[in-house]
């Protein structure tokens, strides 16, 4: 038997980089002053994914919600052994909190269809809610594993997986399908160099679109273009709200209902401060001074 994997990633700013102009006044993330990186964890799920295809000869989809621009993480995916992806971005999906952002991504899986196993990282790093995941089991009415370490026996009726808990870990079993949030307990493989010249073409209907010098022959390019590609591949889904029957009252920030009451920026300024020479004496001088404020001891 032959399983599908669905497994949803994001694009996130990288927050490491974090500067004053990373929130917009509204309360939103300003994702176009912070570089844009694959979510860290989603990274271990498609990994894992990646496993079970080995393993059983699964089909990987991978799907993301975000800006056209996004599709440089589903290429990516692609290059690292998924079998197909799909974009969903559309105006109406911004803003979005986690509620607005699991229910769009359970119509997207619901558009996919027929899937066996949803696996997504735990959390992102613009947002560390670790929410989402189990939203979208909710809205689809699926048992879920949180935390999962690995899959230990796929069959067709259930799936064994591992899970960390404090201090340990337990074994979950449930009837298929079931969604999974991962975590960082493998290593993920590098993008295939066979598969990077390949896929490296891969573009979606906007991203073809905006390349071509002649806007008024453009769609009747792409067609031709997904025509050739497709059974190639090198064609990423990209499917608007309405094209995953969402309903628009329940997406982007029509459908959150978290509001961002204030933002503040904080500066950090610097304390007083003793300078201390690298010497043993002084040392010894600092370690005594701790001690009688009881800062030591």
Same mark, same amino acid.
């Given at each position: 038997?032959?399983? #599908?994997?669905?497994?949803?990633?994001?694009?996130?700013?990288?927050?490491?980089?974090?500067?004053?102009? @990373?929130?917009?006044?509204?309360?939103?993330?300003?994702?176009?002053?912070?570089?844009?990186?694959?979510?860290?964890?989603?990274?271990?799920?498609?990994?894992?994914?990646?496993?079970?295809?080995?393993?059983?000869?699964?089909?990987?989809?991978?799907?993301?919600?975000?800006?056209?621009?996004?599709?440089?993480?589903?290429?990516?995916?692609?290059?690292?052994? &998924?079998?197909?992806?799909?974009?969903?971005?559309?105006?109406?999906?911004?803003?979005?909190?986690?509620?607005?952002?699991?229910?769009?991504?359970?119509?997207?899986?619901?558009?996919?269809?027929?899937?066996?196993?949803?696996?997504?990282?735990?959390?992102?790093?613009?947002?560390?809610?670790?929410?989402?995941?189990?939203?979208?089991?909710?809205?689809?009415?699926?048992?879920?594993?949180?935390? %999962?370490?690995?899959?230990?026996?796929?069959?067709? #009726?259930?799936?064994?997986?591992?899970? @960390?808990?404090?201090?340990?870990?337990?074994?979950?079993? &449930?009837?298929?399908?079931?969604?999974?949030?991962?975590?960082?307990?493998?290593?993920?493989?590098?993008?295939?160099? @066979?598969?990077?010249?390949?896929?490296?073409?891969?573009?979606?209907?906007?991203?073809?679109?905006?390349?071509?010098?002649?806007?008024?022959?453009?769609?009747?390019?792409? &067609?031709?273009?997904?025509?050739?590609?497709?059974?190639?591949?090198?064609?990423?889904?990209?499917?608007?709200?309405?094209?995953?029957? &969402?309903?628009?009252?329940?997406?982007?920030?029509?459908?959150?209902?978290?509001?961002? #009451?204030?933002?503040?920026? %904080? %500066?950090?300024?610097?304390?007083?401060?003793?300078?201390?020479?690298?010497?043993?004496?002084?040392?010894?001088?600092?370690?005594?001074?701790?001690?009688?404020?009881?800062?030591?001891?």
């Amino acid at each position: 038997m032959s399983y #599908k994997i669905i497994v949803f990633v994001k694009q996130v700013p990288d927050t490491k980089n974090v500067t004053g102009d @990373a929130m917009k006044p509204d309360g939103t993330v300003n994702r176009a002053a912070l570089p844009a990186i694959f979510n860290p964890e989603d990274l271990n799920a498609l990994e894992l994914a990646l496993q079970l295809k080995d393993r059983y000869n699964a089909y990987v989809v991978v799907a993301t919600m975000g800006l056209p621009n996004a599709a440089k993480v589903l290429r990516e995916s692609l290059c690292m052994g &998924a079998d197909e992806a799909v974009l969903l971005t559309d105006r109406a999906l911004a803003g979005a909190d986690t509620l607005a952002t699991s229910y769009a991504l359970s119509c997207c899986a619901n558009k996919i269809g027929n899937f066996d196993l949803i696996l997504c990282g735990r959390q992102a790093i613009d947002g560390d809610t670790a929410q989402v995941g189990p939203q979208i089991a909710q809205k689809l009415n699926i048992p879920q594993f949180s935390y %999962v370490e690995d899959v230990l026996d796929l069959n067709e #009726k259930t799936v064994r997986a591992k899970r @960390a808990i404090e201090g340990g870990y337990e074994i979950l079993e &449930a009837p298929l399908p079931v969604l999974m949030t991962v975590i960082d307990s493998n290593e993920p493989r590098p993008q295939n160099a @066979a598969r990077i010249m390949k896929y490296k073409k891969a573009r979606t209907r906007s991203e073809f679109i905006a390349e071509q010098a002649d806007k008024e022959t453009a769609a009747a390019a792409y &067609a031709a273009f997904a025509e050739a590609n497709a059974p190639k591949g090198l064609v990423i889904q990209e499917w608007s709200a309405a094209d995953v029957n &969402a309903d628009p009252a329940r997406c982007g920030k029509a459908g959150s209902p978290t509001n961002v #009451k204030q933002i503040m920026s %904080v %500066v950090l300024t610097a304390g007083d401060f003793k300078k201390i020479e690298p010497t043993d004496a002084a040392v010894s001088d600092l370690v005594r001074e701790l001690i009688e404020d009881h800062t030591l001891g």
